[in-house]
């Protein structure tokens, strides 16, 4: 007798605790899908130009007015007009390195970028020292 009142009870009590289980995780979607700072970061990671240039080892290399081991970027800037062809050509120059446009020393390869993060130090290049400002 005990054990049949018993029965329905405990079984209904776990019924509520997966249903207030599920609730509780469901609110907890919401809550992450809602925060905004989390999903905004995701869509824009980009760090800017400056900042690539910052974290990597161009400056050990490259000055802005005058050459150093490499071109200075105001010579780059002078040489190649602010266009999607220069950027993109720049840019595979930043992941790929090489020589000859401006010497026999080779640019160093820099295989951790992205061609969007080179592109956008590429821009950032002929944008700020570029003639044109
Ligand atoms: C080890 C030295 C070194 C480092 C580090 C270096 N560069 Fe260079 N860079 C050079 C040299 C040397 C050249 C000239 C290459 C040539 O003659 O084609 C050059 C050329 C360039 C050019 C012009 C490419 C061309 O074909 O005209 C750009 C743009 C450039 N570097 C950007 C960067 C950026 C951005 C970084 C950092 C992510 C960087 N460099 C790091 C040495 C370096």
């Known amino acids: 007798m005990r054990k049949r009142l018993l029965a329905p009870f405990f079984l209904s009590a776990l019924f509520l605790a ?3 289980g599920g609730a509780k995780e ?3 979607d919401e809550g992450a899908g ?3 700072a989390e999903d905004h970061s995701m ?3 980009q760090q800017s130009g400056q ?3 910052d974290g990597s080892d161009c400056k050990t290399c490259h000055k802005p007015e ?3 081991v490499g071109p200075s970027f105001k010579d780059i800037a002078a040489k190649y007009e602010l266009n ?3 950027v993109k050509f720049l840019a595979d120059k930043i992941i790929n390195g090489g020589s000859g446009n401006w010497g026999e ?3 160093a390869p820099h295989s951790n970028f992205t061609e969007d993060d080179a592109k956008e130090v590429a821009k950032h290049i002929l944008e700020t020292y570029g003639p044109a400002k």
Do not use: F
């Open 51 to 53: 900042e690539l240039m």
């Open 26 to 28: 469901e609110k907890k």
């Open 34 to 36: 809602i925060a905004p």
């Open 43 to 45: 869509v824009a990671p």
């Open 84 to 86: 999607d062809k220069n």
């Open 18 to 20: 997966a249903c207030g």
């Open 66 to 68: 005058s050459k150093l």
């Open 105 to 107: 020393v080779p640019m």
